[in-house]
């Protein structure tokens, strides 16, 4: 019994040495610098790596000055070599002291201040006391011409040179009295900036830093390699194009770029950048349904109680969480072994996982901490395209270029403003839908003159068919005129509609042109929109007739017609 309780002291006695020799050792900081980052919509995951020579025993090792919107149960912590991690801690610390060199200059400065506000109040003194000594002689001096009984003496010179330099060194003593009003106020101005820059310096006295301590047990002497990653909230990237469509070669080049910020007080210098389509801000598990009940309304009772069973939300998954930083994590170990080929444009590779992809961004990149936006090149992609006018002559008489092209690369093409290229112009701005893999697309190139459109009406009556069953019928008449001004020829599709009668007694029928089952180049959809294709030859004027007709009861009043 003795030999076992001798043991269990033993162990103890052997914890406790352990747990002091790690609270007395005093933190040993590490050099590290930022090596990967991966960018999501509204934060980034950072890895930070340092190596340090250590010596057999335990270790407290801290990374030090890490970013204030750090989330602090993100951290991890890896390394290599012959040790073992004991503990990983976030510690939020005050900054050690003030900056002796400067406080002692800001201290200088204010004494200098203080002592040449000293020497203004004394030089206003001094002027005062001047002033005072030429009143007193000039009171005396009138005083005594006034007590004698003889007529006082009126030399004018005399009189002339005392009020003149009576005058001249009132003057004189004024205007040292204002310079002297207005150095002071200047020095006051200046001695208010340096209390504050000495306030300010005391403050920072306790500005917060945050710290990740680590410790570890050595086993032999040796290089220990420690890789810290964490989440920081604040960072954001959107995709951004360039779209140059080349008429030509009938292709499109789709430039990918990504605009990055971030103002995390830490730059992203030489990193292996990565951008994630993932969205962590949203929870990783769907919300519950629950019962859904009615009931008979009764009169609302208000009162106080049960006021704390408020409406619970539904809470993001821990453990989803915990998968998500995990995978990354593993996503960025992997990508960190790939080899980094030198490229003139830089095409990032795509990893595509369960529910994201990330784009590896070739080559290193450096992104500062300034909140601005800076503009990263993911790919260019070029795709085969087929080129196609649309209009619509009713709203615009224009015909508008746009292509079609098949997304055959292993890109996601987020949705985002687009600048537009033809034939190496800049022709506008547009908006770029979200493209998968292997999907379709249209992009509008904007209007192009060659090809004329004219939109008119020809006549709006009403018919007189409607007379004997006591209906009103109102035909419109138009003709839409095509001209075409270009080379080749071009494929065309022009928009129109006839109204569509939420009313069984309005009926709205398509008079010209027949649409049948047979017919190809023109449809009506459920929206009573009407589709005509053409292919317009070169110098080709094609002129479309279009007719409808609306009937309804007489004496209804109808809303909508034109």
């Known amino acids: 019994m003795k030999k076992r309780n001798s043991s269990i002291f033993s162990t103890v006695l052997l914890s406790l040495v352990l747990l002091i020799d790690a609270q007395a050792a005093s933190p040993e900081p590490i050099s590290s610098t930022i090596t990967d980052v991966t960018v999501y919509s509204d934060r980034a995951l950072v890895l930070r790596t340092g190596s340090l020579s250590l010596s057999p025993g335990k270790h407290v090792i801290s990374f030090e000055n890490l970013p204030k919107a750090i989330d602090r149960h993100s951290i991890q912590v890896s390394g290599t070599g012959n040790a073992v991690l004991y503990d990983i801690r976030f510690l939020t610390k005050h900054l050690d002291g003030l900056d002796s060199t400067a406080h002692k200059k800001l201290l200088m400065r204010k004494e200098t201040l203080e002592d040449s506000l000293v020497l203004c109040d004394n030089l206003t003194a001094q002027a005062q006391a001047e002033r005072t000594f030429v009143d007193n002689i000039t009171k005396k001096l009138t005083a005594v011409a006034q007590e004698k009984d003889t007529p006082v003496e009126l030399d004018p010179d005399k009189w002339i040179k005392m009020v003149d330099f009576y005058r001249s060194k009132l003057s004189e003593l004024d205007k040292e009295t204002r310079s002297t009003v207005h150095l002071k106020r200047e020095l006051k101005e200046r001695l208010d900036k340096v209390n504050r820059e000495i306030q300010d310096l005391g403050v920072q006295k306790s500005t917060m830093k945050n710290v990740v301590e680590v410790t570890v047990n050595q086993k032999n002497a040796g290089t220990l390699k420690l890789t810290l990653s964490y989440i920081v909230h604040g960072p954001t990237w959107y995709p951004s194009y360039d779209l140059r469509a080349s008429t030509a070669k009938k292709s499109m080049t789709v430039v990918y770029n990504a605009m990055v910020r971030q103002s995390t007080e830490e730059d992203w210098k030489n990193v292996k950048l990565n951008l994630s389509t993932a969205r962590p801000s949203v929870s990783g598990r769907h919300p519950e349904l629950q019962p859904w009940y009615v009931q008979q309304s009764r009169p609302v009772v208000y009162s106080s109680r049960g006021l704390s069973k408020a409406k619970r939300a539904a809470a993001p998954s821990a453990m989803a969480n915990q998968m998500f930083i995990a995978e990354e994590a593993e996503a960025l170990g992997d990508l960190a072994l790939e080899p980094e080929p030198v490229m003139e444009t830089r095409s990032a590779t795509v990893e595509t996982k369960a529910t994201s992809v990330v784009y590896a961004i070739k080559g290193k990149s450096t992104i500062e901490s300034d909140n601005q936006e800076h503009r990263v090149s993911v790919t260019a992609l070029d795709f ?135 017919t190809k180049d023109i449809k009506m959809n459920e929206h009573n929109y009407i589709e005509w294709f053409f292919k317009v030859k070169p110098g080709q004027e094609l002129k479309v007739p279009f007719k409808f007709s609306v009937e309804y009861p007489e004496g209804m009043q109808v809303d909508g017609l034109e």
């Open 384 to 518: 085969p395209v087929s080129f196609r006018y649309s209009s619509v002559p009713k709203l615009a008489p224009n015909a508008y270029l746009k292509t079609k092209a098949t997304n055959t690369s292993d890109f996601m093409l987020l949705a985002g403003k687009a600048n537009i290229f033809m034939d190496d112009n800049f022709v506008g701005n547009s908006q770029m839908d979200q493209v998968s893999p292997s999907e379709e697309f249209w992009t509008f190139l904007g209007v192009d003159d060659g090809i004329g459109i004219e939109h008119k009406l020809i006549k709006k009556y009403h018919s007189k068919e409607g007379v004997i069953n006591k209906k009103k019928k109102l035909i419109y008449e138009y003709l839409i005129t095509i001209k075409s001004n270009k080379k080749n020829e071009e494929e065309l599709v022009v928009w129109d509609q006839i109204p569509v009668s939420n009313n069984k007694e309005i009926v709205v029928s398509l008079i010209e042109p027949d649409i049948s089952d047979k």
